[in-house]
T-cell receptor, first 111, second 116 residues
Framework: SQQGEEDPQALSIQEGENATMNCSYK?????LQWYRQNSGRGLVHLIL?????REKHSGRLRVTLDTSKKSSSLLITASRAADTASYFC???????????FGKGTKLTVNP | SAVISQKPSRDICQRGTSLTIQCQVD?????MFWYRQQPGQSLTLIAT?????????ESGFVIDKFPISRPNLTFSTLTVSNMSPEDSSIYLC?????????????FGPGTRLLVL
């Protein structure tokens, strides 16, 4: 069963604006990851945040994790048309290498 | 980072036939994963393939429908057997990141399958 639930399902913004996507999950996790998928292609790993971390940055990406609410957010600042893609959160539980993916947010950045 | 290729990149097949998808990695990896992504949906793990052992299938997926081979540390195949239109999906393979975070995965470009 799906672990993560992203919202919104779709988001359309203008270039230069910030985009925020949220992910909720149901069980305890070791870490939470965000991936990007361009137009039905393979996924690209963006960032990983561990369960004992609250915030992490990578370039224009900022990820937060609230384990008490079982939720995470991905913020993309100063968005570009090239950021147009689907974004998925994924969680790993226990000692498993298996990832459970959320439903994803489809982001469109209009030039 | 690992470079992963998949063949074919896309195919259109008739119902009742089978298709074998190949996944090639440019480095030796222990674990390879096969996912299915139905149209407009997220990824669902089909099975985990370790070299030298039987693949481990997730709930809802069986070996008769999705046989997997893992003959060495750089290659795996997934066969979609006796296909029906419901098998129309993108099939992706991935491998664990052995250099950075073990928990992250590198993905192949996917195989887009349409079953008529």
């Amino acid at each position: 069963s799906q672990q993560g639930e992203e919202d919104p399902q779709a988001l359309s913004i203008q270039e230069g604006e910030n985009a925020t996507m949220n992910c909720s999950y149901k069980t305890s996790i070791n870490n939470l990851q965000w991936y990007r998928q361009n137009s039905g292609r393979g996924l690209v790993h963006l960032i990983l945040i561990r369960s004992n971390e609250r915030e992490k940055h990578s370039g224009r990406l900022r990820v937060t994790l609230d384990t008490s609410k079982k939720s995470s957010s991905l913020l993309i600042t100063a968005s570009r048309a090239a950021d147009t893609a689907s974004y998925f959160c994924a969680t790993a539980q226990g000692g498993s290498e298996k990832l459970v993916f959320g439903k994803g947010t489809k982001l469109t950045v209009n030039p | 980072s690992a470079v992963i290729s998949q063949k074919p990149s896309r195919d259109i097949c008739q119902r009742g036939t089978s298709l074998t998808i190949q996944c090639q990695v440019d480095s030796q990896v222990t674990m390879m994963f096969w996912y299915r992504q139905q149209p407009g949906q997220s990824l669902t793990l089909i099975a985990t393939a370790n070299q030298g052992s039987e693949a481990t299938y997730e709930s809802g997926f069986v070996i008769d429908k999705f046989p997997i081979s893992r003959p060495n540390l750089t290659f795996s195949t997934l066969t979609v057997s006796n296909m029906s239109p419901e098998d129309s999906s993108i099939y992706l393979c991935s491998v664990e990141d052995l250099v950075g975070h073990r928990e992250t995965q590198y993905f192949g470009p996917g195989t887009r399958l349409l079953v008529l």
